[in-house]
């Protein structure tokens, strides 16, 4: 994360379902990404709380806990502020993946945004809850992005791919801006992501993003 430019100083933060049981490893609170080695990082129960190690829980644990209790096949989440990705949050907009077929494949037909708000707070909660069951990605504005998937290696390649997905975007802005896939056209990808067991229940928030094959 350090080297790819996602964190600045202490921003970002991993965490992953320990197999044993309700506990996750997380990286600590205050340090820099780059200055972290394997035996820095704390254990935390379910409610957050330190159970081992030095550092002290990051703020955002409550955020990986409500997708933790949220996707119970999730095992690891990752949050950055990759700055593509994080200045189209800032922006107050939301990313479409329609302009790339294998993007909706593989991290689904959209990257939505939660609105600022503070951190921990019901207002948070209040955006962030609905969208858990329906991606594998979101965006919060002002607080960058946070990933997962059901291996760390799943969660760190749908960052990379949102970050992707944003410079490719903020790119084309200059030429006009992207040519996206048909409706139908999507709809056809969406179920090639069923098929490869990467689907979500769509968004009923947002069905438009969710064609279906006719």
């Not at 970002?12 to 340090?31: K, V």
């Not at 209790?69 to 907009?93: D, F, K, L, Y």
């Not at 990379?160 to 990808?189: F, N, R, W, Y």
Request: hydrophobic letters at 45%; a negative charge.
């Amino acid at each position: 994360m350090d080297r790819l430019g996602w964190v600045a100083n202490h921003d970002g933060n991993i965490s992953s379902r320990l197999a044993r049981g309700e506990t996750y490893a997380a990286t600590p609170t205050a340090r820099s990404k780059a200055d972290l080695c394997e035996e820095d990082l704390i254990e935390v129960n379910t409610e957050g709380k330190k159970t081992a190690g030095n550092g002290g829980p990051f703020s955002e644990m409550a955020v990986h806990l409500r997708i933790y209790a949220a996707r119970p096949e999730v095992t690891a989440v990752i949050h950055s502020h990759a700055p593509c990705a994080t200045a189209v949050g800032c922006a107050n907009q939301e990313i479409l993946t329609w302009a790339l077929p294998e993007a909706v494949v593989s991290i689904g037909p959209g990257i939505p945004l939660v609105g600022l708000a503070l951190p921990n707070s019901k207002e948070l909660w209040a955006e962030l809850d609905p969208l858990l069951a329906h991606y594998d990605a979101v965006m919060i504005a002002g607080n960058g992005i946070f990933s997962w998937g059901k291996t760390l290696e799943q969660a760190f390649l749908r960052m990379e791919l949102v970050e992707h997905l944003a410079k490719i975007l903020l790119s084309s802005a200059t030429l006009g801006g992207p040519k996206l896939l048909s409706a139908t056209q999507v709809a056809s990808l969406l179920k090639k992501r069923n098929d490869a067991g990467l689907g979500l229940p769509a968004d009923p928030a947002r069905p438009q993003w969710f064609p279906q094959a006719t």
